[in-house]
RNA sequence: GCUCUCGUAGCUCAAUGGAUAGAGCUCACCGCUUCUAUCGGUAAGGUUGGGGGUUCGAGUCCCUCCGAGAGCACCA
């Protein structure tokens, strides 16, 4: 329909031979404003020196002469608007046009042909899964579903770090407090690795030989001499990697087969090719490498091609990688394996600066990645209350954050009468919901303030009122199944507003993804949530002299639709019940 | 010190350079023998951190100051 319009406005400037510039078309903030808006009088008025709303009411008069079915008048406003209001049968087509398309609407082509990749989550083996994770996770998957609905090739990539300080001081602490029970569940070993992590990084920090030990097992999990470590080491690691995939599965997230990468084996990759890029000694550059010696390590000069980067270490002194170097090998592996368009990573904003001047080095690498790689950053989650733990009173992970969500969510259907599998079940897709609305509701960018209660409220804004109110038109759905509406066909002539914002999904969709950006479709679902529930309370749909209720009941069919796709955008399911 | 991100109602957040800056929570009031009232409506709440500038038009862009967070060489 924009499109329509732009069509529209072209042919009509040109009419009028009046040269086109940069305008835009908008919806205007108050319906009573019309349905679309441009301000194309006030962006030419200026070079063609006459009064914006003259030049409006002259291109009104052109637009009159050819107005197609979809617009039923156009007015002119304001400093110089054209609004444009669209009639009752563009609605009604609209609500058609939903129930045709199903699970497509809302769908668009701006990416179709193209590949993206996205990386997100990250977490690392032998360590808890963090509320960071939680909240790159939530932010990815849905850039994820917002690219996959612009139709392109959608590969989600993760990458973890099963090497490292972190890996040593775990098998330290496992070595220490000896194996788990063989018969405790995925969860619960990971749970007491993390444990495990806890105490060895402690220790770590407060004993030098402990320090030592801890050192000397981290380089026996490179060479891989110690049977006893190597046995450590591949058991603790496939038991993390089994619970990552438990909350995987409760998020709905399915990375791309072939998709997970891992640090120890990037690491040589981006040795080698930051030692191909390496030239000698400082004072000595002249070679045009990337790459130079610095106090014994390898280093790239950021600040040299852009005075906003820094200088960054890539090989350390004692000759390891770090991990600049391993997102080196990363990149140029997600390149040479799947050749994205576009290569997008999404990091809490910690990462941000670092990222610039990794990217920056790559790029002169290969200075054909340079315009294919985006890195995202959001903020950190912090908690309305204060309080840094969970209900039981434990350090505070991704994984017992996601239980107190659900176990909120169970006390507060307490009253509800179902059976005890169902409400389980509920409280688990009510539970996402709930963290990942917090999450995505807001821009990146800057921190979140995470309030329990809040999150976990069916009342509105939260995942819970959108899911509720989606319940509640699929109960009138479900009941209108033996009611006649043979003699009930009639189109109301009024539009509601509820119908002036569902046809915006696709809009808000391609706007999402231009801004890679996931609230916006967070924002749209709740103001199209709240415009149904008004519906709903003015309108008695199931009542024998609405001689509109089929059209009411397609309206909702299509309301339905719109938030099932909407809330898929988040990665929220919507429950039968709740 | 430098770089990046951010600053909007009491709180949590919206607002592709556009019209009277909007929601939710909180507070006060109103509406259920009804398709789930865990809803809807009314009211209240603002010098968009301060000051300049660009523009027909600035919460949004530029400059400057103030404040918060993150980062700035061998951790990831």
Avoid at 74 to 92: D, H, K, Q, W
Avoid at 417 to 440: F, N, P, Q, R, T
Wanted: charged share 30%; glycine share 6%; aromatic share 10%.
């Amino acid at each position: 329909m924009k499109d329509q319009i732009e069509k529209l406005i072209g042919g009509a400037l040109k009419t009028l031979d009046i040269e086109e510039s940069n305008f835009s078309i908008e919806h205007p903030e108050d319906f009573k404003n019309g349905d679309y808006s441009t301000n194309v009088a006030m962006v030419c008025a200026k070079s063609l020196k006459t009064n914006p709303r003259e030049l409006a009411e002259k291109i009104k008069v052109e637009l009159e002469k050819n107005l197609p079915k979809e617009i039923s008048k156009v007015e002119t406003a304001g400093p110089g608007f054209i609004n444009f209001y669209l009639s009752r049968e563009f609605f009604t087509d609209n609500v058609a046009e939903i129930l045709n398309k199903k699970s497509d609407w809302g769908k668009n082509e701006i990416l179709k042909g193209k590949k993206i990749m996205v990386e997100y989550t990250d977490p690392n083996p032998f360590k808890p899964f963090h509320i960071g994770h939680l909240m790159t996770n939530a932010i990815g998957e849905s850039l994820s579903r917002v690219v996959e609905f612009s139709n392109a090739e959608t590969v989600r990539a993760n990458y973890q770090g099963d090497v490292g300080p972190h890996v040593a001081k775990a098998i330290y602490g496992i070595m220490k407090k000896g194996m788990p029970e063989e018969n405790m569940k995925v969860s619960e070993k990971a749970h007491y690795i993390g444990v495990c992590y806890t105490e060895g990084s402690n220790l770590y920090d407060t004993d030098e030989n402990i320090k030592k030990e801890i050192e000397v097992i981290n380089k026996k999990v490179y060479d891989k001499t110690d049977e006893e470590i190597n046995k450590i080491y591949d058991w603790g690691r496939e038991v993390t990697l089994e619970a990552f995939e438990e909350i995987y599965k409760l998020l709905g997230t399915k990375f791309s087969d072939g998709c997970y990468f891992f640090e120890s084996a990037m690491a040589p990759i981006g040795e080698k090719i930051v030692r191909e890029n390496t030239a000698g000694a400082e004072g000595n550059r002249s070679t045009g490498k990337v790459f130079s010696e610095s106090d014994g390590a390898i280093v790239f000069h950021g600040e040299e091609y852009d005075k906003k980067l820094h200088t960054r270490v890539f090989i350390n002194s004692q000759g390891l990688p770090t991990y600049e170097t391993k997102e080196i090998g990363l990149t140029v592996t997600k390149f040479e394996k799947e050749n994205p368009d576009l290569s997008i990573v999404v990091t809490a904003t910690e990462q941000a600066e670092y990222m610039k001047v990794v990217s920056k080095a790559i790029s002169l690498i290969h200075p054909d990645y340079e315009s294919r790689m985006k890195h995202i950053t959001h903020g950190m989650m912090r908690f309305a209350d204060g309080k840094m733990s969970s209900r039981k009173g434990n350090v505070i992970t991704g994984e017992s954050l996601l239980r107190d969500s659900m176990d909120m969510v169970l006390e507060k259907m307490k009253e509800r009468e179902m059976e005890d599998g169902e409400k389980e079940k509920i409280s688990e897709v009510v539970g996402v919901s709930a963290l990942k609305y917090s999450i995505l509701k807001s821009s990146l960018g800057s921190d979140i303030i995470y309030d329990r209660e809040k999150s976990v409220s069916f009342e509105g804004d939260s995942g819970p009122y959108l899911q509720y109110t989606a319940v509640r038109a699929n109960s009138i759905l479900n009941k209108a199944k033996d009611f006649n509406t043979d003699d009930k066909k009639e189109i109301p002539g009024e539009i509601t507003d509820l119908e002036k914002y569902l046809y915006q999904l696709g809009e808000v969709v391609e706007h999402s993804y231009e801004k890679l950006e996931p609230h916006h479709v967070a924002t749209y679902l709740t103001k199209l949530a709240s415009e149904f529930n008004a519906f709903y309370g003015n309108t008695q749909i199931l009542k024998d002299d609405n001689k509109f209720a089929k059209y009411h009941l397609d309206l909702i069919k299509a309301f339905y639709q719109t938030m099932q796709n909407g809330l898929w955008l988040l990665g929220i399911e919507i429950p039968e019940r709740m």
